[in-house]
T-cell receptor
């Protein structure tokens, strides 16, 4: 079993839809949770960052962390074709030197 | 004004060859990483250096040897390339330990390696 599980999709939604992306994890030591967006043939770029449990909002994006359930989510409101990309969740224990543990990535297509 | 830059962007080579990938960051970070992304998009860490010192070395064949001449550069040399080495290799950087920012890694554009 992988430390981080993420449904690879693909997920196809119409423009304007609310998108929900999720990851589950097994290591309760993870404290820092991130979402990266990766466009085709590009490097991942950090989208959202959350420490421990709770919600964080940034424009159309909301990240949620539920440590009790070992479950994290990314919501995209009013999705746009420009949101079409692969979304990777990542997490780490924090403290000291960290290695990010990534999910497999969910491929999202937002069609006009 | 590129933050993390890798060269080359594409690399096609024959089995058995030796090749190098270079990485440079101008963010002032002191920790750099090499990640491998396989054909299924799964991204996995290979190495990490902090101020030229190796701090993370995952289970990677010893044909892969990272070298960090200074904290702004981290190169990856691969000996005796195999078909299974075909992947996209990403360099990344972040600030040092004991800071929240150390968990926020910035990635380069990747080097697409194809071994034929």
């Amino acid at each position: 079993q992988k430390e981080v599980e993420q449904d690879p999709g693909p997920l196809s939604v119409p423009e304007g839809a609310i998108v929900s992306l999720n990851c589950t994890y097994s290591n309760s030591a993870f404290q820092y949770f991130m979402w990266y967006r990766q466009y085709s043939r590009k490097g991942p770029e950090l989208l959202m960052y959350t420490y421990s449990s709770g919600n964080k909002e940034d424009g159309r994006f909301t990240a949620q962390v539920d440590k009790s359930s070992k479950y994290i989510s990314l919501f995209i409101r009013d999705s746009q074709p420009s949101d079409s990309a692969t979304y990777l969740c990542a997490m780490t224990k924090g403290g000291g030197y960290n290695k990010l543990i990534f999910g497999a990535g969910t491929r999202l297509a937002v069609h006009p | 004004d590129t933050a993390v830059s890798q060269t080359p962007k594409y690399l096609v080579t024959q089995m058995g060859n030796d090749k190098s990938i270079k990485c440079e960051q101008n963010l002032g970070h002191d920790t750099m990483y090499w990640y491998k992304q396989d054909s299924k998009k799964f991204l996995k860490i290979m190495f990490s250096y902090n101020n030229k010192e190796l701090i993370i070395n995952e289970t990677v064949p010893n044909r892969f040897s990272p070298k960090s001449p200074d904290k702004a550069h981290l190169n990856l040399h691969i000996n005796s390339l195999e078909l299974g080495d075909s992947a996209v290799y990403f360099c990344a950087s972040s600030l040092g330990k004991n800071r929240r920012a150390s968990t926020e890694a910035f990635f380069g554009q990747g080097t697409r390696l194809t071994v034929v």
